[in-house]
């Protein structure tokens, strides 16, 4: 007997490929609702499309393809601007309506201007920051979609109760000339969630807690399905943190059921921006067929840190007391909404960090809300500023991933950083010697408290 | 023809992810620009701590390193969606990585490029061979012999033409999945 019940990952898979059931291995080509790119593989994937379909091809659909610089903008290095650039021309070849430019002149060139230097805000008004986070604050992000992205963290818009992967250059040229891809439907794992978070613990507790169960590669070529009442305690920031590191198990992408919680916020911002309204989300079915199915009480969580040098590397914070620290980062699209900055400000509130600590917003739309919360007649922002963390207007990726050595916050010696970022192999921050935490926002904010890792629990009653 | 490969190898362990294949400092590189796609080979692997891997995989001042087949643990190519990885390595002279296992991503971008072979090894060859031992690797029967023993690796079954033909445009063209220019 054919089993018609099918995962959300699957019903997503057989929508696009126009079946009526898939199930997993089966290769399929699906259609692509939207394809996002960047100024780090964005020229590479254009140069792909222009080798394979012709100087004067036109991509398969214009209304489709969304382009955000956002990883090395802030930096004098002069090939990341030219990058920059190169996106901008094609652009304006193309007739693209999606492209959050850093500057406003359609026909200028992007300089960072290094005189003025880090810190305050060098981007004109269409500037969004990281991508991840801006597809679904521009209304990119829609519940039953396919979205591929050139970039890993893309599985992150699985939040949104969509199929959302990271692709190379190749795949994505292949993409902008016939809007198809040839994939493999993957296997299912369930991450049944009960109960509720205690307090001082947040999401990036949960998912670091479920790497470390399943390690490092646990999830390599399966779809990571996030279900049970726990889920829908959660914001959907909370759930775009935990889809966003689906890929540090090896998955290929996370998954959400769709609920009130997404509606409310899909529909509000595709009527804000004037995107795409109707779309069609998939179904939890009764019986599903997983791969490896478990429950988790979030109620007996605890604050988890992934230790150098990768995000399996699973420990309690309270047990890391003795690993002292040089340095202490928020920021990116895992650990820089604002909701993040909010957690780490309640910590921190009134009080000096110990250690360098580094806040890189990852959108402009954070930065705006950080200054316009105001907490007893102080905004977000000063008190943050005020507790000594050395905050950035200038939202992007930032050193997340390193980058050019004049990245803000970038390691640059070996050093010990805790980071509410998402990955920490070797070198990933920049110094190839260096060792990094990833650790909740609590974590984060109660560490560059002490300059030691600490249970941010010893801050918050 | 036959398809065979023999030269010295480089050993890296688990986990070997994009950032140490090529660190993010070097994306600035377009691959699909020439001058700037041989640049990419000589960073190839650069992004491996010198405390673990003493000996360079590209000698400085070097573009290609004498190391054709990369041997390693498991998880290879983890982390990020950048096409740069395969590419550095195929522009630095790669011909094969033989792992116990690989990351999706990278795997098919290894394919859709054409840049380098991704074969898996069922035994942990990392902990039994060593960097400079020669190797030879031969496609048509899936083997690696080295220090005088045969392994017998996971054949590449259907991604094996696509990276014979140069990558997943060309085998669509080749086999008439889409139309030849």
Redesign the interface.
Known sequence: MINFLMTLTEKVLARASGKTHVQPGDNVWVGVDTLMTHDVCGPGTIGVFKREFGKDAKVWDRNKVVIIPDHYIFTSDSMSNRNVDILRDFVREQGLPYFYDVIDDPNGNWTFDSAKGQLSRQYGSRYTGVCHTTLPWKGHTRPGEILFGTDSHTCMAGAFNQFATGIGNTDAGFILGTGKLLIKVPETMRFFLEGALPAGVMAKDVILHVIGEIGFDGATYKAMQWEGPGVHTMSMDDRMTIANMAIEAGGKNGIFPCDQKTLDYVRERVSENGTKQDFEPVELDRDQSFSYDKVFDLSKLEPTVACHPDPGNRKLAKEMGNVSLDRAYIGSCTGGKTSDFLAFAEVVRGKTVKIDTFGVPATTKVVRELKETMWDGLSVWQILESSGVRLTENASCAACLGGPVDTFGRLNQPMKCISATNRNFPGRMGNKESQVFLASPYTVAASALTGRITDPREFIS | MAHIVTSPVYVVQD?I?T??II???Y???????AEEYIKLGSYALI?????LYPERFVAEGASHTEYKIVIAG??FG???????APIALGAAGVEAVVAE?F???FF??CV??GEIYPYDTPVRLSEIVKTGDVATLDFDTDTLTVNGTHYSLKPLGEVRPVIDAG???NFARESGM?AS?
């Not at chain 2, 994306?27 to 620009?33: H, R």
């Not at chain 2, 983890?78 to 740069?84: A, I, P, T, V, Y």
């Open positions: 986990n992810d950032d140490q660190p993010a400092q994306l600035t590189l377009v691959p699909t620009i992004g491996l701590p010198d405390s498991r998880n983890c982390g990020s969606s950048r096409e740069h296992s990351a999706r991503i098919r971008n859709a490029t990558g997943i445009f889409i220019r």
